[in-house]
């Protein structure tokens, strides 16, 4: 009956390690696209790490992603999971962002977010 005990804590043992070993595996993974995600939505004119990070967390992990989105809807949920209301100026870049990802020609002027503070984009979701 010892015996029988032992082998079995020894498969849980290897179980768990090996379980420990895959989380790593993939959480590592998770970082690197991550990464490589903050580092695509960088291009847009206007966005930085941190805009980068928020985009990120809202879902979005490419700019092909923004295509088409409404900005202000994206603007509302970083409020809503930040729980604090975003400087106006965020809703600026993300009016850019969704112009840089959804037009295939673009207006030079259109292309510095401070140039959306008047403007809504017009393709909403």
Request: net charge neutral; hydrophobic share 40%.
């Amino acid at each position: 009956m010892d015996v029988n005990i032992n082998v079995r804590k020894i498969h849980l043992k290897a179980f768990f390690q090996f379980n420990a070993v895959i989380i790593n595996i993939v959480e590592d993974d998770m970082m690197l696209n991550k990464a490589e995600s903050i580092k695509d939505l960088k291009r847009i004119p206007g966005v930085g790490k941190s805009i980068a990070e928020d985009l990120y967390s809202l879902g979005y992990s490419t700019i092909a992603d923004l295509a088409g989105e409404n900005p202000e809807k994206i603007y509302e949920s970083l409020n809503n999971i930040t729980g604090k209301i975003q400087d106006r100026c965020v809703l600026y870049v993300f009016r850019c962002a969704v112009y840089f990802a959804t037009e295939k020609d673009y207006e030079p002027e259109l292309l510095k977010w401070w140039n959306w503070k008047n403007k809504e984009y017009p393709g909403k979701k």
